[in-house]
C-alpha cells in the first residue's frame, strides 16, 4: 500500500440527546452552635433525625438519604487582636434523592419545618440512563463522518467511510436545563424543565 493510500484523518463527533428527568437529589444542612461541644452535637442529631423521620413520612426510603459529611469546628471572634472563643459549630449534610418530582417542593418545605437550616443544591437526573445516551452515541458517530465527508470534499480526496478506529469520550453526566425555583406562600414550586445528555468520539478515516 502506498504512502498516499495510508493517509488519515482524525475528527471529533458530538451527539446531544435531551430526556425528561424521573429523580432529584436535594442536599439539606442542619447547622446547630453552643458553647457546649456536647449541647451542640445533641441538638444537631435531634435536628437531624427530626429531618429524616418527617421525610419517611413522605415516601423517602432511608436508603434514599445519605449523609454526605459530618464536621465539627470551633468558632472564634477576634477582639482587639485577640482570639477569643465563641461557640463550636457542628455541621451535618444530606443528600436526599426523591423519585417523585412533584413532591420535591413539599419535601424541602418539609426538611427546613423540621429543622433543616439550608438548602444548597438542587439536582435533576435521569436514573436509567444508558438509553439516552446510546442515542447520543449514535449521533455523535454520524456527526464526526459529515465533518469527515466535509473535509474529504474541500481536499478533493476520497473518503473510506469505514472508520479506521472509533474512540468513545467520557460521559458526560445529564445537566440541568431551565431549572427553576419560585419561592411560594408555603412550598417552594421546582420545576424540573429537561436534561441534556451528550456523548463525544474522536474517529480516525482514512483516505486516498
Do not use: C, W
Request: hydrophobic share 35%; charged share 15%.
Amino acid at each position: 500500500m502506498s504512502e498516499q493510500q495510508r493517509q488519515t484523518m482524525i475528527v471529533t463527533g458530538t451527539g446531544n440527546v435531551t430526556g425528561k428527568p424521573d429523580l432529584v437529589t436535594v442536599q439539606l444542612g442542619i447547622t446547630t452552635h453552643s458553647e457546649q461541644l456536647a449541647d451542640a452535637q445533641a441538638e444537631n442529631t435531634k435536628r437531624s433525625q427530626s429531618v429524616i423521620d418527617r421525610l419517611s413520612t413522605l415516601g423517602i426510603q432511608d436508603n434514599e438519604i445519605q449523609t454526605l459529611s459530618y464536621t465539627v469546628s470551633p468558632q472564634y471572634d477576634y477582639i482587639d487582636g485577640q482570639q477569643r472563643f465563641r461557640n463550636y459549630e457542628v455541621q451535618h449534610q444530606l443528600r436526599v434523592t426523591v423519585k417523585n418530582i412533584s413532591t420535591v417542593g413539599e419535601v424541602i418545605d418539609a426538611a427546613v419545618q423540621s429543622g433543616a437550616t439550608d438548602v444548597s443544591s438542587i439536582q435533576f437526573g435521569i436514573e436509567n440512563s444508558s438509553d439516552l445516551y446510546e442515542q447520543a452515541l449514535s449521533k455523535a458517530v454520524g456527526n464526526a463522518q459529515a465533518h469527515a465527508q466535509a473535509l474529504a470534499q474541500a481536499a478533493d480526496v476520497v473518503l473510506n467511510l469505514v472508520p479506521v478506529t472509533i474512540q468513545e469520550g467520557v460521559q458526560s453526566e445529564a445537566r440541568p436545563f431551565a431549572v427553576q425555583m419560585a419561592k411560594m406562600s408555603s412550598a417552594p414550586r421546582i420545576e424540573p424543565g429537561t436534561l441534556e445528555i451528550q456523548a463525544t468520539v474522536t474517529v480516525t478515516y482514512s483516505f486516498r
